[in-house]
T-cell receptor, first 112, second 114 residues
């Protein structure tokens, strides 16, 4: 099925550990995004990539890095995980924001 | 400062009745507004959108109304069905070419009672 695939679906990290969240889309979209969802906070943009080879900070970029590996893949890295990064992370892609985003099913991350 | 506000965290309605979900925004320059629906353990899915030059857009049971002077939009679901129970996010776009991106509200949880 066409869409956005995120891996892993669940992850538990200890404080200070690092990990990379993977995201891939097969819709030939130029733009990709990483959001986090926290209770009572809605969806907040972490980083985005308007096109292959470019990345920009969103609303809450601190503690994260991203890589737009190619047109299909956009990864999110936590270098030193903190409990405040416990959240559900969503990757999305778009052919243009007015056409709406296609979201992945999310990664639930717990940092203990 | 939150630019898209959904001030009511939850709404409960009877099956068959109308659900009205409200959203306010502060930036009068927004070009488009969208609604997303989210079920537990799934990603949000696009529901309906409206251009800032329109005041109404309808798609089946879903209608979005935009009041630019009040910086307010609302999503009407008629008739409401139990399968509509989900979290609904209001979002807005300020068009900026390839850098256009959505700003989301906090969401509202709709419960439709059988």
């Amino acid at each position: 099925n066409a869409g956005v695939t995120q891996t892993p679906k669940f992850q538990v990290l200890k404080t200070g550990q690092s990990m990379t969240l993977q995201c891939a889309q097969d819709m030939n979209h130029n733009s990709m995004y990483w959001y986090r969802q926290d209770p009572g906070m809605g969806l907040r943009l972490i980083y985005y990539s308007a096109s292959e080879g470019t990345t920009d900070k969103g609303e809450v970029p601190n503690g994260y890095n991203v890589s737009r590996l190619n047109k299909r893949e956009f990864s999110l890295r936590l270098e030193s995980a903190a409990p405040s990064q416990t959240s559900v992370y969503f990757c999305a892609s778009s052919a243009g924001a007015v056409y709406g985003y296609t979201f992945g099913s999310g990664t639930r991350l717990t940092v203990v | 400062d939150q630019q898209v506000k959904q001030n009511s965290p939850s709404l409960s309605v009877q099956e068959g009745r109308i659900s009205i979900l409200n959203c306010d925004y502060t930036n009068s320059m927004f070009d488009y507004f969208l609604w997303y629906k989210k079920y537990p353990a799934e990603g949000p899915t696009f529901l309906i959108s409206i251009s800032s030059i329109k005041d109404k857009n309808e798609d089946g049971r879903f209608t979005v109304f935009l009041n630019k002077s009040a910086k307010h939009l609302s999503l009407h679901i008629v008739p409401s069905q139990p399968g509509d129970s989900a979290v609904y996010f209001c979002a807005a776009i300020l068009l900026d070419g390839a850098n256009s991106k959505l700003t989301f509200g906090k969401g509202i949880t709709l419960s439709v009672r059988p």
